[in-house]
């Protein structure tokens, strides 16, 4: 294992997510520009600004790729909090104190919404930005109801969006629910996906096709945690079936998504598995009860390409966050995020003052390097103070060369090509993402030449950078510390148990405050392993192998928790009709606890053997949750397994 350097470190933050958003980028570019034409006819003219920049960022949250009812949710939501930011700065733009007030509640409520998940305080940092362009366009000379006009305006023309995804919407959710059938996907896109879809209602077909696409991925994940216990020669044999299999899963799914029918059977009849006769029994045993799995799935979902959806509709479930949980579990300072907003909240206070009281651009592109750097932790500070400083001066070089060999008028046109380009990159190439918008805001923002501009600027982000570290490092810091192992066993124990909680509504036994004391100590010791997991990844190279065990065990601990949450819920609502739920339940309560104490003490003679083979596609919801938490305590298992036969519990022992 060799320690990352300043490049490598770089070059790790600086990998794209996914692909450009090249689509996305022109329908923004598009949009800003019917915006501005229209703020034009309407004699808008102060509000140009605000009108481009908020119908900039409404396209972010409007482009989401989710199914159009959430889609169009979280865009009233966005259009309330940018008119409350603008309302709010506007009211205040004569009244320090309330300004001051203002920007605390803003800043601390905004990013305190990270103790409810990643996505949801993704959504409250865009909130904060929201304001933050408030503060630095908002003047004297047009009245709060014109503000309100010109956010008003900005969302009307980006919710245009919603046209084509209303067209689009059934290929969408065909692409959503296929996402176990593309070899390219993880169990954590099926969880992901599991998520957006909950509470949308699916016809049948598209309900037993994601239902299925999930246990594909789990065998297909489990088939790739046995290849490491065959022989060579079981191994070719195997690694070449499982190769043939993600051929013909990846045509399913296209076909289900195109609706172009069924698979050629001579396609799904070309895969056949041959066995070593040599190889070790038990081997022999796993490779054909997968096999003979994985056949069946694809047989069954290229049957239900050419049915025609039933009337009834089904609703995934999943097990949402209580407010009332999150609140009492992470509202306090004992949770890094909650620091975080502390810490968040002075530093931008200060800086937001500052821009109040002087306009400067110095002001403002100091307070922009603090919101565009600090984090949650001291480490996560670095990262964004190399990445983001980085990316700055590339972007400062690329503005000084265009600035010498072009003149002014060709400039502003390399300005419009950088604010598509920056939705374009926006999130998946976010260094070059934060150039663009950089180069952006020097050739359009001008103080002299674009050479002295540049210079001012890089200096500036930079002092916004170190303030940002300083607070990182002195304002209640995170410094995070982890022994990944035992944060692993942790985190599995604490789902454990929460799922021995669970099971206990099939026998009629369920005490609501003691699951949700469980939940809430799962969710703290699932957050510090995922934040040990990044850390993992950002300070070690060529440790990929260990790096997908532990985020497999994480995605399957964490639909352990959502098919257990469902299993209690399906319980709850059949109680009178489920005859053989006790011992459905007993059952899976053995299986938790023996799992549990193989977690606590290994025993490598032990073998935890749970029936794999039960797929029906006839079963119903009970049965099928049954079957799929079954797989999921096998797969946790054999993870551990392979864990500790390649000794990854005596490393990583001391991250810092």
Known sequence: MEKKGLFGRFKTLSKPTGTVNWSQGLKAFILIVVAALLATLLKFNNGIEAIIMV???????????????????????????????????????????????????????????????????????????????????????????????????????????????????????RQLVSVGFNP???????????????????????????????????????????????????????????????????????????MNGSVDEKIMNSYELKVDTGAKEVANEQIIQVSRNIQKILTYCNSLLNQNPENGHKTIRTKEKSFKEVISANFNLKNMYMRHAVRFTLAMT??????????????????????????PDITSTVDNLIQRIGFNFI???????????????????????????????????MGLSVMAIT???????????????????????????????????????????????????????????????MVK??????????????????????????????KLEDTFNDVNSDLSLYQNILSMNIKLTADLTALAAVV??????????????????????????????????????INLTSINENSDDLAQLINWISSDIQLIFNGLEVAHKTDLFKRYTNLS
Request: charged share 15%.
């Open 184 to 258: 390219e996907s993880t169990i954590q896109s099926v969880v992901a996906n599991m998520h957006i879809l909950s509470g949308i209602s699916l016809n049948s077909v598209y309900y037993e096709f994601f239902k299925f696409g999930g246990y594909y991925k789990i065998l297909r994940s489990y088939s790739e945690l046995i290849i490491a216990r065959l022989n060579p020669h079981d191994q070719k044999y195997f690694t070449k079936y499982l190769e043939l299999t993600d051929d013909v899963s990846k045509r399913i799914g296209q076909n289900f998504q195109s």
């Open 505 to 534: 509504t099939t026998q009629n036994n369920f005490d609501k405050t003691q699951a949700t004391a469980k939940l809430q100590n799962y969710m703290l010791q699932e957050n510090n392993l995922e934040a040990g997991i990044k």
């Open 55 to 173: 119908t900039l960022l409404a396209t972010i949250i409007l482009d989401i790729s989710m199914p159009i009812k959430k889609v169009a949710i979280l865009g009233l939501l966005g259009f309330i909090m940018t008119t409350l930011a603008f309302l709010c700065v506007s009211l205040s733009v004569h009244n320090l104190a309330a300004f001051i007030i203002f920007s605390v509640l803003w800043a601390f409520f905004s990013i305190s919404m990270y103790i409810f998940g990643n996505m949801e305080g993704a959504i409250g940092f865009s909130f904060f930005l929201t304001y933050f362009v408030a503060v630095l366009i908002v003047n004297p000379e047009s009245t709060p109801i014109e503000w309100i006009s010109y956010t008003t305006l900005a969302y009307l023309v980006a919710s245009t969006l919603l046209i084509p995804k209303l067209w689009m919407e059934k290929r969408k959710i």
């Open 395 to 429: 972007a400062i070089v690329v503005a000084i060369i265009l600035g010498f060999l072009f003149p002014h008028y060709i400039l502003v046109w390399f300005a419009v090509l950088m604010l598509f380009l920056f939705r374009a990159f926006y999130p998946t190439y």
């Open 572 to 609: 709850s609502d059949n109680s009178k009709t489920i005859s053989n739920k006790e011992v459905q339940g007993t059952l899976i309560q053995d299986s938790l606890m023996e799992l549990r104490e193989l977690n606590l003490n290994w025993d490598p003679d032990k073998v935890l053997n």
């Open 439 to 501: 180069v952006f805001i020097v050739l359009v923002w001008p103080t002299g030449t674009v050479y002295d501009n540049a210079i001012s600027r890089i200096v500036d982000i930079s002092i916004g950078g170190i303030i940002a570290f300083i607070c990182a490092y002195v304002i209640l810091p995170s410094r995070i510390s982890i022994n990944l192992p035992e944060q692993l066993t942790k985190t599995m124990t604490a789902n454990l148990d929460y799922g021995l909680e």
């Open 350 to 375: 200060i800086g937001l003052i500052f821009i109040y009281l002087t306009r400067e651009r110095s002001a403002i592109w100091i307070t922009m390097g603090i919101l565009i750097i600090i984090k």
